[in-house]
């Protein structure tokens, strides 16, 4: 993640030499001018930002720390928006929620993953699909909210997004919903028609908020639609899509400074969680690559059940952990988004984040077959792992489809990583195996 920006700070900031030395100081800020054009900043927030970083370092007394103290307070006060961050919940619920944006932006996926935020913050969610331009958004709707567990309102028959909007409103308010979030058409690029079916619903609506959804990596581009779907409906937040992708990581800067209007949330990866409230300091932390650990911590705690980490801490200290525990662990880290998401918020890991491949750990191999194995065995062995004698383990071979040596193997990892767990629990270091994974 924005290995452009983040290693350019570093060069610039070792340009700084001296103690009250302007000279350097005027090469660090020609180096850091270079570097904000080339990750997409546009160019007269750039040039702004400079006079003030120059003439807050000269302030602070010119040295390295000062630019950096500099850079960091210019840049955290562009990202901070007058209004709100994250979600805001309307006195009359439901609150309904317009999700805007141009077809491939990441409107429907995001959609999904603020109604899964939602969701663990134990509101009611309803998803009402009114793309009906692309076929397939509301088959996709149909799977993320089956995977998610989120209500989902839609009609194959009906081919006005209006009535189909304005019936899901009334079962929202009759069924006492918390949150309606209405996913819309999306486009190509900005047309007449899709300004004015937006138009339509927005009036037959009335919503608390329209959120538009940005692709973080169209560049320049992202803050010009941004800026026409402002003129033209009104949109009371951003959400910056594919934020994990992003090399550059100029665009919330011109985002926030050019369009004016508050960054809510920031996209992470394609999974469901991988979603954050925009909180600009945190922000600008990461892109001078210091990473986010309290996001991280906060991110954790959403999902981390204290209760039964507490309890899997007991079982682990007594030796008794289960294979029924492993796979509750194991569904626990798959709720926590992608590894590079969480990599990307480790101090110092950011730019090695940046060079991952993402690693699907639900879908990897090992997981697969870690799974197949315990899907074979009887609720009693789940429970005992000392039972798996030798003619058990043949069984499993044949249940699971795995061989004999695959699943020795698994069943000596299980067996080191309980015992690892134990002493480490036994030391006082640990709150559950989570926390280890973690
Ligand atoms: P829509 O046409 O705007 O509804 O777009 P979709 O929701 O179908 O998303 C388009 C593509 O972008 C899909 O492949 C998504 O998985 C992907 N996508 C959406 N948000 C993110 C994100 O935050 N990070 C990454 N890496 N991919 C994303």
Redesign the pocket.
């Known amino acids: 993640m924005f290995d452009v920006i983040t290693g350019s700070i570093k060069s610039a900031v070792n340009k700084v030499r001296f103690k009250d030395d302007a000279a350097s100081l005027k090469k660090a800020t020609t180096e850091l001018r270079k570097a904000l054009l080339k990750a997409d900043v546009h160019h007269k927030t750039t040039k702004d930002l400079i006079y003030n970083v120059e003439l807050r370092t000269k302030e602070l007394g010119i040295g390295q720390n000062a630019f950096l103290k500099a850079l960091q307070e210019n840049l955290t006060s562009i990202l901070t928006a007058e209004g709100n961050q994250g979600f805001v919940f309307s006195n009359t619920p439901p609150t309904t929620i317009l999700m805007t944006?141009?077809?491939?932006?990441?409107?429907?996926?995001?959609?999904?993953?603020l109604a899964n935020y939602l969701k663990q913050r134990k509101k009611k969610v309803l998803i009402a699909a009114c793309?009906l331009q692309?076929l397939?958004?509301v088959e996709?709707l149909k799977q993320i909210c089956a995977q998610i567990e989120v209500d989902l309102y839609f009609d194959d028959i009906e081919k006005d997004p209006v009535k189909i909007a304005k019936a899901a409103q009334e079962k929202a308010k009759k069924e006492l919903y918390d949150v309606l979030l209405v996913?819309t058409a999306?486009r190509l690029a900005i047309d007449t028609e899709l300004m004015n079916q937006l138009g339509k619903v927005k009036d037959a609506l009335n919503p608390d908020e329209i959120f538009y959804?940005a692709?973080s990596l169209t560049g320049h581009d992202a803050t010009k639609t941004a800026s026409s779907f402002k003129e033209q409906i009104g949109i009371d937040g951003v959400i910056l899509?594919?934020?994990?992708?992003d090399t550059k990581g100029g665009v919330a800067i011109s985002l926030a400074e050019q369009v004016g209007v508050p960054l809510r949330f920031?996209?992470?990866?394609?999974k469901m969680p991988?979603?954050e409230v925009f909180i600009p300091d945190r922000i600008v932390s990461r892109l001078m690559g210091a990473g986010d650990i309290e996001g991280l911590a906060e991110k954790t705690s959403a999902i981390i059940d204290e209760k039964k980490a507490k309890e899997v801490t007991k079982k682990i200290k007594k030796g008794e952990f289960n294979f029924n525990d492993f796979l509750e662990q194991l569904k626990m880290m798959s709720k926590l988004g992608?590894m590079k998401s969480i990599l990307g918020m480790i101090p110092g890991m950011s730019q090695m984040a940046g060079q991952l491949k993402?690693m699907d750990f639900e879908n990897s191999d090992e997981i697969k077959r870690i799974k197949a194995l315990i899907g074979s065995m009887t609720p009693k062995e789940r429970n005992e792992p000392s039972l798996l004698n030798p003619s058990r383990k043949k069984r499993l071979s044949k249940g699971s489809g795995l061989s004999e040596v695959q699943v020795n193997k698994i069943l000596k990892q299980f067996k080191s990583a309980s015992k690892m767990a134990k002493q480490l629990s036994n030391k006082g270091g640990m709150k559950g195996l989570s926390s280890m994974m973690s």
Request: glycine share 22%; proline share 0%; no cysteine.
């Open positions: 944006g141009l077809q491939g932006s990441g409107k429907t996926t995001t959609t999904g993953k793309d692309r397939a958004a996709q996913d999306g959804v692709d899509s594919k934020f994990d992708g920031v996209g992470t990866g394609e991988d979603l992608s993402d």
